[in-house]
């Protein structure tokens, strides 16, 4: 992951600051990334006596996809006697087609004219074998009643965000509806894949999975139209 975001041609420009250099700001934890550094520097997992946060580590190391960290504390945790996460899959698929939508706006007391817009709907399948993780999922996009989801170990979402152009009533007589992330306080409109998919990611890497493949372009992540996530 680090090699991704450093490759040559990756527009991932500095921040610049006043002295006239720049610094690349990684939305991780800072404390956990000093023994990720330290890993890669001495090739070894050194952690200070009675660290007790390596569920934490692990999670930041597969994030990065540095996989010697990963069974390193895998070695660890079965050495202290911690048991390892159960194997599971989870498999992410998402595709979007575009809808044109056709409507009378007001444009005055006795004036109605046509108008279209295009409307993006959204179709995603989510397939996870950790029951666990799928609940997570679930309550992550707000559906903690099954209202969407098919049950077993398949999951099903379907949303179209409102362009500005649509009037709200005609969005409803539609039939269409969006899809929030986050609890109280942090609600999150999902607007496109990308948004989706980050969400996938996050809840993924908080249960112990790492990305096994991306379809069609494994340098566009947050663009593809599937990822794979697999536990060991």
């Not at 090739?43 to 692990?58: N, S, V, W």
């Not at 998402?94 to 056709?102: E, M």
């Not at 609940?135 to 965000?161: I, K, M, T, Y």
Request: net charge negative.
């Amino acid at each position: 992951m680090l090699g991704a975001m450093f490759r040559a041609g990756t527009p991932m420009p500095p921040n610049l600051n006043p002295q006239g250099g720049g610094h690349y700001f990684i939305d991780r934890d800072g404390k956990a990334f000093r023994h990720i550094l330290n890993f890669l520097r001495l090739g070894r997992l050194d952690l200070p006596r009675g660290y007790g946060e390596t569920a934490l580590l692990r999670a930041e190391a597969d994030f990065y996809q540095i996989r010697p960290l990963l069974d390193a504390l895998r070695e660890l945790e079965a050495s202290r006697g911690t048991p390892a996460p159960t194997a599971a899959l989870l498999h992410a698929d998402v595709d979007a087609s575009p809808r044109l939508v056709h409507f009378s706006a007001r444009r005055g007391p006795h004036h109605y004219e046509l108008s279209s817009v295009q409307v993006d709907t959204f179709r995603a399948n989510l397939f996870c074998t950790d029951p666990d993780c799928l609940g997570a999922l679930r309550a992550r996009f707000g559906v903690a009643s099954g209202d969407r989801a098919e049950g077993g170990p398949h999951f099903h979402l379907e949303w179209a965000p409102r362009p500005v152009e649509l009037p709200e009533v005609e969005y409803g007589r539609l039939g269409l509806q969006p899809l929030w992330t986050g609890g109280p306080g942090e609600r999150r409109e999902v607007v496109g894949t990308p948004s989706f998919l980050e969400e996938v990611l996050r809840v993924a890497l908080e249960h112990g999975f790492r990305l096994d493949s991306v379809f069609p372009d494994p340098e566009d992540l947050l663009n593809s139209r599937s990822l794979r996530f697999v536990r060991h």
